[in-house]
């Protein structure tokens, strides 16, 4: 792919007239890579004449060997930036993963084209290219359509669908439903924010909602309407996908595994009348890991990750009585415990919990009751 982040869309010189040339939004399915399962948005300029650009516009463009991007992500202190590169290599890319592309070519006046125009190419600056990225707030798509409605000379009035007002977690769901380990980690890291009920303007984080969006979309100006979409067309036909194989097992048979392993524990242990230590310890090993990193999610800068109610169980005290509990010493860990697990489990009636997390405050919960009332017996 070749990046040319610093072209202008085109000389100040060589401007063609607007008539001869399109703006289009180009929204592209998902593929199998982790960075994809949302679908992408760009824009694209085209001019129709002998000869003429035709670039894409990326507000997708990051470097994964950047020092501590994951990190950076996690906490919302990643830099995205504005890239433009040739269309036919844009279209080169998603038409190597099998992954459609749909076309809207926007149905904008000169006047319009050339605000757009103007508006990219201050963009695309040094100075202007980096932005900082959220997920849900600030991403490639809804960049795409700040700029294309900063330029229109009138008010871009949406249709609302009704019954639709998915929380983000749903939407999230929504695209991860056949990636079963990034849908847990997502809803591990989620807060009771994501649950709450989102807007039109919110739901257009995702590219597949600003597409139905735009397809339905009015433009009213100097008392009468248009279309926002002239035109739609397929840019680049679905294709075979290749999936790759992930972890044989989901979250919701790990979880399984555990309550019966928990299970069979609990029961050796009330017939032996003694505490396995060692299942004590992966337990709690387990939830302060965790625990750890959900306790770091507070100073994450993504809004709908500092409340997260999974912190109640998931966090970092079970390193504090690890010692102890390994040397079989009386400890208050367990009656903490055992309130911090009811408690989690009522939390679930507000908040959507990762898939199996329910398991983990149920084995803890019976060895909450196995410590406390085989010691109470000795």
Same mark, same amino acid.
């Given at each position: 792919?070749?990046?040319?982040?610093?072209?202008?869309?085109?000389?100040?010189?060589?401007?063609?007239?607007?008539?001869?040339?399109?703006?289009?939004?180009?929204?592209?399915?998902?593929?199998?890579?982790?960075?994809?399962?949302?679908?992408?948005?760009?824009?694209?300029?085209?001019?129709?004449?002998?000869?003429?650009?035709?670039?894409?516009?990326?507000?997708?463009?990051?470097?994964?060997?950047?020092?501590?991007?994951?990190?950076?992500?996690?906490?919302?202190?990643?830099?995205?930036?504005?890239?433009?590169?040739?269309?036919?290599?844009?279209?080169?890319?998603?038409?190597?993963?099998?992954?459609?592309?749909?076309?809207?070519?926007?149905?904008?006046?000169?006047?319009?084209?050339?605000?757009?125009?103007?508006?990219?190419?201050?963009?695309?600056?040094?100075?202007?290219?980096?932005?900082?990225?959220?997920?849900?707030?600030?991403?490639?798509?809804?960049?795409?359509?700040?700029?294309?409605?900063?330029?229109?000379?009138?008010?871009?009035?949406?249709?609302?669908?009704?019954?639709?007002?998915?929380?983000?977690?749903?939407?999230?769901?929504?695209?991860?439903?056949?990636?079963?380990?990034?849908?847990?980690?997502?809803?591990?890291?989620?807060?009771?924010?994501?649950?709450?009920?989102?807007?039109?303007?919110?739901?257009?984080?995702?590219?597949?909602?600003?597409?139905?969006?735009?397809?339905?979309?009015?433009?009213?100006?100097?008392?009468?309407?248009?279309?926002?979409?002239?035109?739609?067309?397929?840019?680049?036909?679905?294709?075979?996908?290749?999936?790759?194989?992930?972890?044989?097992?989901?979250?919701?048979?790990?979880? /399984? &595994? #555990?309550?019966?392993?928990?299970?069979?524990?609990? $029961? !050796?242990?009330?017939?032996?009348?003694?505490?396995? +230590? =060692?299942?004590?310890?992966?337990?709690?090993?387990?939830?302060?890991?965790?625990?750890?990193?959900?306790?770091?999610?507070?100073?994450?800068?993504?809004?709908?990750?500092?409340?997260?109610?999974?912190?109640?169980?998931?966090?970092?005290?079970?390193?504090?009585?690890?010692?102890?509990?390994?040397?079989?010493?009386?400890?208050?860990?367990?009656?903490?415990? /055992? &309130? #911090?697990?009811?408690?989690?489990?009522?939390?679930? $009636? !507000?908040?959507?919990?990762?898939?199996?997390?329910? +398991? =983990?405050?149920?084995?803890?919960?019976?060895?909450?009751?196995?410590?406390?009332?085989?010691?109470?017996?000795?």
């Amino acid at each position: 792919m070749i990046l040319v982040s610093s072209a202008p869309v085109a000389a100040q010189e060589d401007i063609p007239p607007m008539d001869s040339v399109e703006f289009s939004l180009l929204t592209c399915q998902p593929h199998d890579e982790v960075y994809s399962l949302y679908g992408h948005t760009a824009i694209r300029y085209h001019e129709l004449r002998p000869g003429g650009l035709d670039w894409a516009f990326n507000y997708g463009v990051f470097d994964f060997k950047k020092p501590h991007f994951v990190a950076r992500f996690v906490f919302g202190l990643t830099d995205y930036e504005l890239g433009v590169y040739p269309y036919k290599y844009f279209v080169r890319e998603y038409r190597r993963f099998g992954s459609m592309v749909t076309e809207q070519v926007l149905n904008l006046t000169n006047e319009e084209k050339m605000a757009l125009h103007d508006a990219l190419a201050i963009n695309l600056r040094p100075e202007n290219k980096i932005y900082r990225y959220n997920y849900f707030y600030n991403n490639c798509t809804t960049k795409a359509r700040d700029i294309i409605e900063s330029c229109i000379n009138g008010k871009v009035e949406y249709a609302g669908r009704e019954d639709y007002t998915p929380s983000y977690r749903d939407m999230v769901h929504s695209m991860t439903r056949n990636n079963p380990w990034s849908r847990f980690g997502n809803d591990l890291l989620l807060g009771i924010k994501a649950d709450w009920k989102t807007d039109l303007r919110q739901q257009e984080f995702l590219p597949g909602n600003l597409m139905y969006d735009f397809d339905h979309a009015q433009i009213y100006s100097n008392g009468s309407y248009r279309p926002l979409i002239k035109e739609r067309r397929i840019a680049v036909p679905a294709g075979v996908q290749i999936i790759e194989s992930g972890f044989p097992l989901t979250p919701l048979a790990c979880a /399984a &595994i #555990l309550l019966a392993v928990g299970i069979v524990i609990f $029961f !050796f242990e009330w017939r032996k009348k003694r505490v396995f +230590v =060692l299942w004590d310890v992966l337990l709690m090993m387990t939830t302060g890991t965790i625990g750890i990193v959900l306790t770091l999610m507070l100073f994450s800068q993504h809004p709908t990750v500092s409340l997260n109610l999974q912190i109640i169980l998931c966090n970092p005290l079970p390193w504090l009585f690890l010692w102890p509990v390994i040397r079989g010493r009386e400890t208050r860990y367990w009656k903490i415990t /055992a &309130i #911090l697990a009811v408690l989690f489990l009522i939390g679930s $009636f !507000f908040q959507c919990y990762a898939e199996g997390i329910h +398991v =983990l405050a149920l084995c803890l919960l019976m060895q909450c009751y196995a410590n406390m009332k085989i010691k109470a017996q000795k």
